[in-house]
């Protein structure tokens, strides 16, 4: 089961040149790249070389930092695509396989092909047995997104195959790994967390059903996956699966331009998905919902939301791509009101909070106008929270679909690296001191470290202690992202 992505020459893409001006009057030709959605790119590979100038651009929000068949999104359209299917249709009418597959392989597989990668996740779906002793290494409340960093990257011993990149049958088989055992980790994170048996993963069972059973089951007795709550799971899973170069797929392709182990690479995806920005917004959807807590406290969060001076934002709301609705929430939409109505959850009160807001939000002109519009978190929670996956799980859950993203990423970016080889390396715009004289520990008295010398040692520590303050409390509205 090896099979290369598509290779698309980005030499092909260029149809004419642009002429950039310097300052000094240099002139240099850059080439003018239209992709297949015909989005225009200025190919700046020569700039620097040839003119010794840099861009800068933090938050790469005008910068592409690679080219990739796999996901397409038109932010202006709402459109999301693996590999050219719509997600709409991927996640109503396919199953967690085929878009696995697809993102993989390219292409949606034959019944032969599908029983054949079916095969091939499910039979290594179980971790080395010491590798679950590192759980036991964790405190009691750590979080399982710690726990997972952890984990995952611990696999990189585990799999002495992986660090052979350059193999693609070790490569294949890093991703297909990837895949099989991320349910399985997770769930243990769980239930070590929570002092529970662990449950291992029953191979009769598909994608979804397993972990659910993994999460939730006991030994000492049956326990019936509901079908419903399963589907709905599928359907979270296939819709967080990829999403192009976001935080965390950038992180692991960043890592993974150093050659490094696939494995370790996953995990600091994990890491970067954590952070409230990222993955961790679902959870603090429900968290902000939750102090919310009514409905005629709505326009308080929404005043709080537009203050620039306080650093409450609304959770659930905005995205760097999508300037209107993300497709993937109204799929998730539709999820949340089946789930609570199989459930016969009536009158949930978060639902309540989360539907007025919807409805306020997006009639309010400071959302409308910055084009702030439900993204995919903010009905995701709930749904979650009626399959009775605990709140610190959430973003777990999203680590263990984007696994099947990360993975067709890297390979994408490790292939490519077999034909040119370039590590990650941005440059950045120095603005700290130049070269100045070393100043032995008698001479030396503490200042602001910004204004050389001219702070006196009493106003360096009232300045000191501020910002400690704000730090702190910054810390404590942007973690929790609370409204209080
Ligand atoms: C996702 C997110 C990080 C994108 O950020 P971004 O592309 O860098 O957008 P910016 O931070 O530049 O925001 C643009 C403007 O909208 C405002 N804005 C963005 N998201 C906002 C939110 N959720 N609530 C209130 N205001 C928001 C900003 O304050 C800024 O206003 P300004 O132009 O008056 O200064 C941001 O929208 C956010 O923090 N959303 C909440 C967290 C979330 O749901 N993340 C999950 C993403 S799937």
Redesign the pocket.
């Known amino acids: 089961m090896v099979q290369e992505t598509k290779h698309v020459g980005i030499e092909s893409l260029s149809t004419e040149n642009a002429t950039l001006k310097l300052p000094n009057g240099q002139k240099i030709d850059l080439p003018f790249l239209t992709d297949a959605a015909n989005n225009q790119f200025l190919d700046i590979r020569k700039l620097q070389p040839s003119t010794g100038i840099c861009t800068y651009d933090p938050?790469y929000t005008s910068t592409g930092s690679c080219s990739s068949t796999i996901t397409y999104i038109d932010g202006k359209e709402g459109v999301l695509l693996y590999r050219g299917y719509n997600i709409e249709d991927l996640a109503e009418q396919g199953d967690f396989l085929d878009s696995a597959y697809l993102l993989l392989m390219n292409e949606l597989p034959t019944a032969e092909q599908k029983a054949t990668f079916e095969q091939e996740i499910t039979m290594h779906t179980l971790v080395h047995e010491q590798l679950i002793h590192f759980y036991k290494g964790f405190k009691h409340d750590a979080h399982p997104m710690a726990i997972m960093t952890g984990v995952v990257g611990a696999l990189s011993a585990f799999e002495p195959y992986a660090a052979d990149i350059a193999d693609p049958a070790s490569r294949m088989r890093s991703c297909l790994r990837m895949i099989s055992r991320m349910p399985t980790l997770a769930a243990i994170a769980y239930r070590t967390s929570r002092g529970y048996p662990i449950i291992y993963p029953r191979n009769d069972l598909d994608y979804a059903s397993r972990f659910l059973h993994m999460m939730f089951a006991w030994p000492t007795q049956k326990y019936d996956v509901d079908p419903v709550l399963a589907r709905a799971l599928e359907k979270i899973l296939i819709l967080h699966m990829d999403h192009e170069q976001n935080a965390s797929t950038s992180t692991v392709r960043t890592a993974g331009s150093s050659q490094a182990n696939p494995f370790a690479c996953i995990a600091s995806g994990i890491a970067a998905l954590w952070g409230?920005?990222?993955g961790g917004?679902n959870e603090?959807?429900l968290r902000m919902l939750e102090d919310i807590g009514s409905k005629d406290r709505i326009p308080e969060a929404l005043a709080r939301?537009?203050d620039?001076k306080d650093p409450f934002?609304?959770?659930?709301?905005?995205?760097?791509v999508y300037k209107t609705f993300d497709p993937r929430a109204k799929v998730m939409r539709k999820v949340c009101h089946e789930v609570l109505e199989h459930l016969q959850i009536k009158d949930d009160a978060l639902l309540d909070i989360a539907m007025e807001l919807e409805n306020v939000a997006t009639h309010d002109p400071y959302f409308v106008q910055?084009g702030?519009y439900p993204?995919?978190?903010f009905y995701s929670g709930i749904v979650l929270r009626a399959l009775g996956v605990p709140l610190d799980m959430f973003t777990v859950l999203f680590a263990v679909s984007r696994t099947c993203g990360w993975v067709a990423q890297w390979k994408e970016m490790a292939e490519e690296q077999q034909r040119t080889p370039k590590i990650s390396r941005p440059r950045q715009m120095y603005t700290g001191y130049m070269l100045r004289p070393y100043v032995p520990l008698g001479d030396r008295y503490a200042k602001d470290h910004d204004e050389a010398g001219t702070v006196s040692n009493q106003d360096a520590a009232a300045a000191r202690f501020a910002n400690s303050m704000a730090l702190e409390s910054r810390q404590v509205s942007c973690n929790a992202a609370r409204m209080v």
């Open positions: 938050g409230p920005a990222h917004a603090a959807v939301a537009k620039k934002r609304l959770m659930g709301f905005g995205h760097r910055r702030l993204n995919v978190d």
